[in-house]
């Protein structure tokens, strides 16, 4: 009951995440990542009230994601890709810590959520190859309290227009670095304020917007001179 890391990971461990493992309530990190492990991620995780980093990614887990994380206070890091869960992207209650948000790689269906707007710190947020629809919320520029460095909506079934401001009205996006919005189904037409965001902190490594059905459109952004192919 005193433990407070356990790494697992990149074995070979199979079955279900043992309830008793959510009885280990001085936990701060849980890495049970790139594993064999089936059933769903059960309620009780909210008891692990300490938790700051729970990684269970590339496994075969099942089932909703649970609500009862946002009972986490102090989580920093939600991993959860390349399993079997299905239902919707919750609406979780804000989280003030949250900053590293991975539901990629699963059956999530569903529109996207406008909630993700509440948890302020968000930085990095990774909800490509799902079976999401619908359009981008007008909200998703300011997530991370205009502090996002990453988006990764590819590789879904999202349609209508891509926003055209991502800087929310000011003068320059400082941190977006990353925009994956390829394998969608969007339409209208690419604004040129895209090719406009003046990015002032280090490079911008990658800004990518591909269309299914209408080619490539690959924005690179730097720090300096551009290169914009469009």
């Known amino acids: 009951r005193n433990l407070t890391v356990l790494d697992l990971g990149d074995n070979h461990l199979a079955?279900?995440?043992?309830?008793?493992?959510?009885?280990?309530?001085?936990?701060?990190?849980?890495?049970?990542?790139?594993?064999?492990?089936?059933?769903?991620?059960?309620?009780?995780i909210s008891d692990l009230r300490s938790l700051t980093q729970l990684y269970l990614g590339q496994n075969r887990?099942?089932?909703?994601?649970?609500?009862?994380?946002?009972k986490l206070k102090w989580i920093r890091d939600v991993s959860l890709y390349q399993n079997q869960l299905t239902g919707v992207i919750p609406d979780w209650t804000p989280i003030n810590s949250l900053s590293y948000l991975?539901?990629?790689?699963?059956l999530l269906t569903g529109n996207l959520t406008e909630s993700l707007i509440d948890h302020r710190q968000l930085r990095r947020?990774?909800?490509?190859?799902?079976?999401?629809?619908?359009?981008?919320?007008?909200?998703?520029?300011?997530?991370?309290?205009?502090?996002?460095?990453?988006?990764?909506?590819?590789?879904?079934?999202?349609?209508?227009?891509?926003?055209e401001d991502w800087t929310n009205g000011h003068?320059?996006?400082k941190f977006l670095l990353a925009l994956r919005l390829e394998e969608n189904h969007f339409s209208g037409q690419l604004s040129s304020k895209l090719c406009d965001q003046d990015v002032r902190r280090?490079?911008?490594?990658?800004?990518?917007?591909?269309?299914?059905?209408?080619?490539?459109?690959?924005?690179?952004?730097?720090?300096?001179?551009?290169?914009v192919a469009m």
């Open 171 to 173: 003068p320059y996006q």
């Open 202 to 227: 280090g490079k911008a490594e990658m800004v990518e917007l591909v269309k299914e059905h209408t080619g490539a459109i690959t924005l690179s952004i730097g720090d300096g001179a551009n290169d």
């Open 102 to 106: 991975d539901f990629g790689h699963n």
């Open 125 to 163: 947020v990774y909800l490509n190859n799902n079976q999401l629809t619908g359009t981008i919320p007008s909200v998703y520029p300011a997530l991370g309290s205009l502090k996002l460095t990453e988006l990764h909506l590819d590789h879904n079934q999202l349609t209508g227009q891509v926003p």
């Open 61 to 70: 887990l099942t089932g909703q994601i649970p609500t009862g994380i946002q």
């Open 15 to 44: 079955g279900e995440i043992p309830r008793s493992l959510y009885s280990c309530q001085q936990l701060t990190g849980l890495y049970l990542k790139s594993n064999r492990l089936s059933g769903t991620i059960a309620s009780k």
